[in-house]
């Protein structure tokens, strides 16, 4: 049994290794036969073999799901060509040379003629005609269209693909699979279209030598074999029909399976079930059909047959109905059952990341059908994270909340409230940022996202309210700006580790030696996260994820402080901080710390080898933070309409930070070593410790 098994081993790998050497082998052979005379028993086995290939062919056509999956039809169509034409030549040499060209073609040539010589030329005359004129033209003007429109259609395919991999719908992979399909199928339908006129070639040269093959045969027969005229027109021309037929049937076989070919759509099933399935898919249709059958029973026409169709139509339309019926009960009894059968308790373990909840009355803004946008609104707000920020905000649940005022809308981070606001649908918010010539009369309120004073106006007062230079918003901008903001907030909390790792991963296809380098070998994933959020808590984007694994990965050796290694890495994104802050003056307005408050924060700093801690009496604390509280508000209208930075030296930055923090959170702080050249600092005054303070 081994020995057995090793034999076919043996056999199957000496098959695998040559079996690439089949075609030029044959190819080259079909040299020797035009060369070679053949005996008639071999020739008999060529020409079965001949229609065998076509049948196979046409069959393998009807079973693929699409024109890419026979990629190498053109290449067979020439070849399948070439040998017919072969065939045709040795076969022409035995009909003039011998008067007998085998089995096969003489039992062609007598059975399709029934014994008469009239019959033969016209059964040959008509499978010419179809040939000729129906398929060979038809599959070649389709081949032709078919590769025109591809060819145009390329452009927009690639800018479809480049699409979605922007969008990041499809990874790099499936964006290179499917230009690479693209590519394919232009070449598919153009190597098509130069191949479909070696198949109408093909058909002229089939009658050329059927005629060439009568011409010569009653030549031979008249003057080598003194033959009667009638005698050599019989046995020739009957021989030449045969020799005609055997070729001429797989040519148009061929030509069948070409134009499927080229008219196949992209399907998953084979062209015998999506072709009765569609041809079944509307009963009323068949209904319509045998109606009209049993109309024209009425008719002098046969009515046995006619009764039969429409009786058979009317059985196959009740049939589907029937099954249409049961598959529709199925599915309605499936999702009924889905719906009735409890959820699971597991899933209510794990609360939504963010949840928007709204009142009954901003319905309308979530509902596509009333012509709320919102939810299109908070994709691109996600959008907008991404690329300002640099992480991807986990999706939104929206529910309505019966708790809620109608007009009132909340969010939630992990099933915990973090923001809450009232909206007006229908109007328009006009936000006072201190510029307004003239109050409007409205309903007052605050503008949930800065607490800017604003009223809340109809729409039909935008251009009176633009004109007194209000800013002016609508009532879903409203509330997408308020989460936006939520989001700026609470970034670091959604910055969860199974999101640093999709990170890191995006890291990875792009700068695969430094991930390497840094992950796992100098800092885990935790710490990384812990860097993350740190930079986050203070508004720092984390877009630029691979300066800030070099920076952590060149100190990390040193110390593993979380504190000094966000330090460090605020240092290397110095010019995306100037950036961030600059206002639209393109100036970079400030105020500073009196030296002394900044040397009391220095020695006030306890360092150990568990980490620093701040060790500041808390009267003090409180009075630098009224003290820089009172110069931001002071200085608020000078910055270009937003709040100024603190400047302070490298060492005490974060704790200034966090002094502030609870009061000022969206003030930020920057160190002296952070403002890189070329951007331009404006100083408005220094915090300075005073007795009132």
């Given amino acids: 049994m081994a020995i057995a098994n090793l034999a076919n081993s043996k056999v199957s790998q000496g098959v695998t290794k040559y079996h690439g050497m089949l075609v030029p082998v044959g190819t080259m052979s079909l040299i020797l036969v035009i060369l070679i005379p053949l005996p008639t028993g071999v020739m008999d086995f060529l020409l079965l073999g001949n229609i065998t290939l076509a049948a196979v062919v046409l069959l393998t056509v009807m079973y693929i799901g699409g024109a890419l999956e026979f990629s190498s039809f053109p290449s067979l169509l020439l070849g399948m060509t070439l040998f017919r034409l072969v065939l045709n030549t040795a076969t022409t040499r035995l009909i003039l040379t011998q008067a007998d060209a085998g089995v096969v073609i003489d039992t062609f040539g007598s059975f399709v003629a029934s014994g008469s010589l009239a019959v033969a030329i016209i059964i040959f005359a008509i499978i010419v005609v179809i040939q000729f004129v129906v398929i060979t033209k038809g599959a070649t003007r389709i081949a032709e269209v078919a590769a025109r429109f591809t060819l145009d259609g390329m452009p927009g395919k690639q800018m479809a693909v480049d699409a979605d991999l922007n969008a990041g719908t499809i990874s790099e992979e499936e964006a290179k699979r499917r230009r690479q399909d693209i590519t394919r199928e232009a070449d598919f339908y153009g190597a098509m279209d130069g191949a479909s006129k070696f198949v109408r070639g093909d058909a002229i040269a089939g009658i050329v030598i059927t005629l060439i093959n009568i011409l010569g045969g009653i030549y031979v027969g008249l003057v080598n074999l003194n033959l009667t005229f009638f005698d050599t027109l019989r046995r020739f021309t009957i021989l030449t029909i045969g020799d005609g037929l055997v070729s001429q049937i797989p040519a148009f076989i061929i030509s069948i399976a070409a134009a499927m070919l080229v008219t196949r759509s992209a399907s998953k099933k084979n062209l015998g079930e999506e072709v009765l399935g569609q041809l079944t898919g509307q009963p009323i249709a068949l209904i319509m059909a045998g109606v009209f059958l049993f109309t024209l029973s009425w008719t002098p026409l046969p009515k046995i047959p ?7 139509l009317f059985a196959i339309a009740y049939m589907l109905k029937e099954v249409r019926t049961q598959r529709t009960a199925a599915q309605e009894n499936a999702q009924r059952a889905k719906e009735s059968k409890p959820p699971p308790i597991e899933q209510f373990l794990a609360p939504d990341p963010m949840e928007l909840n709204v009142g009954y009355g901003l319905i309308k ?25 640099g992480i991807i905000v986990p999706p939104i649940r929206i529910r ?13 981070i992990k099933g915990l409230e973090i ?34 004073p604003a009223v809340w106006l109809d729409a039909d007062a935008r251009h009176d309210a633009e004109h007194r230079n209000y800013t002016v918003v609508e009532c879903p901008s409203v509330v997408i700006t308020y989460l936006t903001e939520l989001i700026k907030q609470h970034a670091d909390e959604l910055l969860t580790r199974q999101e640093v790792n999709r990170l890191i991963d995006n890291l990875r296809q792009h700068s695969p030696k430094l991930v390497e380098e840094v992950v796992g070998n100098v800092l885990q994933p935790g710490e990384i996260q812990n860097v993350l959020r740190a930079l986050l808590r203070e508004r720092v984007p ?8 070099e920076t952590i ?14 330090e460090y890495s605020r240092n290397a994104l110095a010019r995306t901080l100037c950036n961030t802050e600059r206002a639209d003056d393109g100036k970079i307005h400030c105020i500073t710390l009196d030296p ?11 360092r150990s080898e568990h980490g620093s801690v701040l060790a500041m009496p808390p009267e003090l604390q409180r009075r630098i933070v009224a003290a820089t509280k009172a110069k931001v508000e002071e200085t608020m209208p000078l910055s270009a309409g937003r709040s100024p930075i603190v400047l302070c030296s490298p060492q005490v930055r974060l704790w200034v930070r966090r002094l502030i923090e609870g009061t000022l959170s969206t003030t930020a702080v920057l160190s002296y070593n952070e403002i890189v050249r070329g951007f331009e600092v404006e100083s408005h005054g220094m915090v300075v410790l005073t007795d009132e303070a």
């Fill in 553 to 566: 990965g060149n100190w990390a050796q040193r110390t593993k402080d979380t504190d000094i290694l966000t």
């Fill in 419 to 452: 923001g809450r606001g009232d909206v007006m649908p229908d109007h328009i918010l006009a936000i006072d940022t201190g510029m307004v010539s003239e109050r409007l009369n409205g309903v007052e309120t605050k503008e949930p996202a800065f607490g800017l």
């Fill in 596 to 606: 002394s408050i900044e040397e009391l924060i220095g020695k006030s700093v306890d």
């Fill in 542 to 549: 984390i877009r630029d994820l691979e300066t800030i694994l």
């Fill in 400 to 412: 309505d909340d019966i708790v809620l005022q109608p007009n009132e809308f909340s969010v939630k």
């Fill in 365 to 389: 803004l979530v509902d596509r059908k009333q012509g709320g946008d919102l939810l299109d609104r908070i994709a691109n707000t996600r959008k907008q994270m991404a690329q300002e920020i």
């Fill in 306 to 312: 006619l009764g039969i169709l429409a009786i058979s």
